[in-house]
């Protein structure tokens, strides 16, 4: 299994001097990939911008997007940047689109989030007759499963423990069998992290999450403190089936790029 790392594109006190630093040390560590989230209604970096500026300073990581919320973008304007994206970074996009679960950035956008699922089918369907990316496609409905099947390369889960991913995962393959295609998902995991400071990472998910109610706390106690619980989590994943677990920052400090490496590859 392959190990990801985000970029803090979401998460408070990042400014594009931390962004461009984060992913050169990023490409001379032992990670797979970079990730990016996405919110519009949200104090963040727009995730193709920070993919753009990512893809200046490295060479050998791969790009993600894991997810970005289709329906809230024109869909020849976002083929056209997910391709100029290509073009940069030679190649090491993986383009994960969703529908997004959060109506507070539908009505930034003056879109309507009536319909959202046909609308991303649909911009799913242009982008693989017209563009060679690499898709993926999220959430957890049975519609969600169906359109990965049909469209994408893979599914992207939306984070939680081993046990959620698994079962996510058995979802995403019997969807693919079911609609007849040979082999089987590229199957995408998620979870987060900070090894510093514990407590504001916390605060983060906290108010990230907020619009989930009670259920942001249950999200903010799954923010992997420890190495043990990033080792456990990452054992976890692969026992799971997990092709590649994107682990995302919940705090803006470069240092967490270096100790998350330290523990990735040790």
Not at 57 to 65: D, F, H, P, Q, Y
Not at 67 to 85: C, D, F, H, S, Y
Not at 145 to 156: E, I, L, S
Request: hydrophobic share 45%; aromatic share 8%.
């Amino acid at each position: 299994m392959r190990v990801a790392i985000g970029l803090p594109n979401t998460t408070p006190g990042t400014d594009g001097p931390l962004l461009v630093e984060w992913a050169r040390r990023a490409d001379g560590g032992p990670f797979s990939s970079l990730a990016v989230l996405d919110r519009l209604a949200y104090d963040s970096t727009e995730p193709l911008m920070a993919l753009a500026a990512a893809a200046a300073v490295t060479s050998r990581i791969g790009l993600a997007t894991t997810v970005v919320i289709g329906p809230l973008r024109n869909t020849a304007l976002l083929a056209k940047q997910a391709a100029a994206l290509q073009a940069i970074a030679g190649r090491r996009i993986t383009l994960g689109l969703s529908v997004g679960a959060r109506h507070d950035d539908y009505r930034a956008a003056g879109i309507d989030h009536r319909g959202r699922g046909a609308r991303l089918s649909a911009q799913l369907a242009q982008l693989r007759s017209d563009h060679d990316f690499e898709l993926l496609g999220g959430g957890a409905s049975g519609a969600a499963f169906a359109r990965m099947a049909r469209y994408t390369d893979g599914y992207v889960h939306g984070g939680g423990p081993p046990r959620a991913f698994a079962s996510a995962a058995a979802k995403a393959r019997a969807a693919w069998s079911d609609l007849g295609r040979p082999g089987r998902p590229l199957l995408w995991g998620q979870g987060y992290f900070a090894l510093g400071d514990a407590a504001r990472g916390a605060a983060y998910l906290r108010d990230y999450y907020a619009f989930t109610g009670g259920f942001a706390e249950k999200i903010a106690a799954g923010n992997l403190t420890t190495p043990r619980e990033v080792k456990d989590f990452v054992r976890g994943y692969e026992a799971a089936g997990c092709d590649e677990l994107v682990l995302l920052p919940t705090v803006a400090d470069i240092d967490e790029v270096d100790r998350l490496a330290e523990v990735v590859g040790s």
